[in-house]
């Protein structure tokens, strides 16, 4: 739910972005003072830039995918490779997945082991085994030996206990060039929605365009959104999160019945009344996606 990145921000006063997978999860998350979060599966669903992250903050899934791989060393070769040069992983794993494949995929990265170690009060070390590991972003030449990974995978020290290692200097971030969901969520749709003048502002443009100075009376809201509809306000918008929008639509006639009574009450014919239905699609030039209005 966001909150060991939110306070990773506070501690360092530094930017954060966050990744989650469960919606109900990520919506806690985006109430917290982080300044982006996505709300996706990390290993397909992200688009993302490498070597920007000062403190690369990873706690994997522990499972297996569907050829019997394990998810924590594909999730290392994606995001792995996020933390800057100079940068610091700080990586959660449990007993199963700490191995040489592990050690491994963390060498070919240009990791250099510094330290591990665990909580003993923690409800996931008590369960799982689940313990830290800090590694320090090398050049992409790099390589530490594989026994120093294994040591630090098979020793991890006691956090309440006077530790004594090597300090580092950690290489700041910036701001990534890339890092989106590859489908937006629908909530995140909606929640930009709710907090734009979205409606009003298309109304407005329309009412003070060109086409409308000749016209007797500024059309009502029905009026205005078969104009719309029809290609009248073809330009797009740009909403208050920076997106740009446009809108186009339909609009058919419907034909209803309306009863008429006599005077005693009796319904004795039926009229025949024309209406106009609009529909009318905001498209999202920005994430291509549309809102429809009807």
């Not at 999860?25 to 688009?47: E, T």
């Not at 979205?198 to 029905?222: C, M, T, V, W, Y």
């Not at 918008?237 to 009574?261: A, F, H, P, R």
């Amino acid at each position: 739910e966001g909150e060991a990145i939110e306070f990773i921000g506070k501690e360092y006063k530094c930017r954060t972005f966050a990744v989650e997978l469960d919606e109900n999860r990520a919506k806690n998350a985006f109430d917290r003072k982080i300044d982006k979060v996505l709300n996706a599966n990390a290993l397909s669903g992200v688009r993302k830039s490498n070597h920007w992250v000062g403190i690369n903050f990873l706690n994997p899934p522990y499972d297996l995918d569907a050829m019997g791989n394990r998810l924590e060393i594909e999730f290392i070769e994606r995001w792995g490779l996020t933390t800057a040069i100079g940068g610091v992983l700080l990586l959660v794993i449990n007993p199963s997945s700490a191995d040489e494949e592990m050690a491994k995929k963390l060498q070919l990265q240009g990791y250099k082991p510094i330290i591990s170690f665990y909580d003993p009060n923690n409800e996931d070390y008590k369960k799982f085994g689940q313990f830290f590991i800090v590694l320090h972003q090398q050049l992409p030449n790099f390589r530490s030996p594989i026994p120093k990974f294994l040591s630090l995978f098979e020793n991890p020290l006691n956090i309440d206990d006077d530790i004594d290692f090597e300090k580092i200097t950690i290489k700041t971030g910036g701001e990534p060039q890339m890092f989106k969901e590859i489908e937006i969520p629908r909530w995140k749709v909606d929640e930009h929605l709710a907090k734009s003048k979205l409606k009003k502002i298309f109304f407005d443009e329309l009412r003070s365009a060109n086409l409308l100075n000749s016209s007797i009376e500024h059309p009502n809201e029905g009026q205005a959104a078969i104009l719309i509809a029809s290609g009248a306000l073809n330009k797009e918008v740009t909403l208050n999160n920076g997106d740009l929008v446009i809108l186009k639509g339909t609009s058919t006639k419907v034909k209803s019945s309306v009863e008429q009574s006599d005077e005693k009450g009796n319904i004795d014919k039926v009229k025949i009344v024309d209406s106009y239905k609009t529909v009318v699609y905001g498209l999202n030039l920005t994430h291509g996606q549309f809102v429809k209005y009807e």
